[in-house]
């Protein structure tokens, strides 16, 4: 199973919203197969006017479930909105990608081509690929984690506000401690989605929020970050010895 989660906005005062747009080029670009291997996990503010019924979602034919409550924190809160969302992903779920509803997919035989790759610990992107880079045609980073990673990891987004920023520090991490490689190109193409409005995506940089999750700004804000990551990147290690070692149990035995 392949899960895909999100929130998305539906305001009186902006009714354009892109959601309809993200759903259609899913549905364009997967065939029926890969549409019931899919869940879409899609989380709508309680102010939101405008969300869309029950029936306008049905009209695709895919596997979505919504989720409804108080915006909080605005911005700030789109840490806690994929980490409350993994616990309702299937437990059938092998990849797991949290995106935009700002972004489409432009490809055909991505949801295949991440899923060949279930049994690993590994996430979407490319070799080398790190801070404020973006895969070349998408014009954002969105990874989708498989969920042996996350569970090895044992959070989704962590001290991030977005599952780029952890995504960018585990591979860093990795790469920096133990010279290995965690992203992987679906079909030796990363490329299968692209944005197409990075407007609500600013950061204020005077944001006590941003100074304390941002990658690039004073460290005295940000607490021991870097120690943070690199606990986790030692704990996708030991995971990956322990069940090359033939699992928890005969280590211990």
């Known amino acids: 199973m392949y899960t895909i989660m999100f929130s998305s906005r539906f305001m009186a005062d902006k009714p354009e919203n892109p959601l309809f747009n993200f759903l259609s080029s899913f549905c364009d670009n997967t065939n029926k197969e890969e549409r019931e291997l899919t869940e879409l996990l899609i989380k709508f503010d309680e102010d939101d006017e405008l969300r869309p019924e029950k029936e306008e979602l049905d009209h695709f034919g895919l596997n979505i479930r919504t989720f409804v409550w108080p915006r909080h924190g605005g911005r700030a809160s789109i840490h806690e909105v994929n980490n409350i969302l993994y616990k309702f992903a299937s437990k059938d779920c092998k990849f797991v990608q ?19 790759r279930s049994d690993e610990y590994v996430m979407t992107g490319e070799n080398g690929l790190t801070h404020h880079e973006c895969i ?36 860093d991490s990795l790469r920096e401690r133990y010279n290995y490689e965690i992203m992987f190109a679906p079909g030796n193409n990363p490329c299968y989605y692209t944005r197409t409005d990075c407007i609500t995506s600013a950061h204020d940089p005077e944001d006590t929020f941003t100074k304390m999750t941002f990658p ?18 030692d704990n996708v290690m030991r995971a990956m010895l322990v069940e090359k070692n033939g699992g928890l149990e005969k280590l211990l035995s």
């Open 98 to 116: 949290f995106i935009a509803d700002d972004f489409i997919f432009t490809r055909p035989n991505f949801v295949t081509e991440i899923l060949e």
């Open 136 to 171: 070349e045609g998408t014009a954002g980073y969105c990874p989708a984690f498989s969920s042996k990673l996350i569970d090895a990891l044992s959070c989704t987004v962590g001290p991030q506000s977005n599952a780029d920023g952890v995504a960018f520090e585990i591979a």
């Open 216 to 233: 690039h700004g004073n460290t005295d804000q940000k607490g021991h970050w870097k120690d943070y990551f690199r606990i986790l990147a």
